[in-house]
Nanobody, 122 residues
Framework: VQLQASGGGLVQAGGSLRLSCAAS????????MGWFRQAPGKEREFVAA????????YYADSVKGRFTISRDNAKNTVYLQMNSLKPEDAAVYYC????????????????WGQGTQVTVSS
């Protein structure tokens, strides 16, 4: 599975962005998908995850109520809608695919995209 993240950019605090992650291959619908982020000088952290069917989702406490993960298996794409953005949300965002049902743990993801930069101005 190859993953291509897009949709990052510069936004003012309080604004919104929608990230997309397009996957290659015909087995996309069998993978759980996740979004992670990494700010300069910090470790990569979990943001959100969604099961293969879309029926289960997980969120980091820091984004709960502001971010929404979704997927369209017909388009082999997972999305991260980010609302009410804060300066502390600025980071490189990565999408990843896991053979597990759903997980928050980076080590349980099998494939990673290249990342897309999100910058939030205060």
């Amino acid at each position: 599975v190859q993953l291509q993240a897009s949709g990052g950019g510069l936004v003012q605090a309080g604004g919104s962005l929608r990230l997309s992650c397009a996957a290659s291959g015909r087995t996309f619908s069998s993978y759980a998908m996740g979004w992670f982020r990494q700010a300069p000088g910090k470790e990569r952290e979990f943001v959100a995850a969604i099961s293969w069917s879309g029926g289960s989702t997980y969120y980091a406490d820091s984004v709960k109520g502001r971010f929404t993960i979704s997927r369209d298996n017909a388009k082999n794409t997972v999305y991260l809608q980010m609302n009410s953005l804060k300066p502390e949300d600025a980071a490189v965002y990565y999408c990843a695919a896991s053979k597990r049902v759903i997980t928050r743990i980076p080590g349980e993801y099998d494939y990673w995209g290249q990342g897309t930069q999100v910058t939030v101005s205060s």
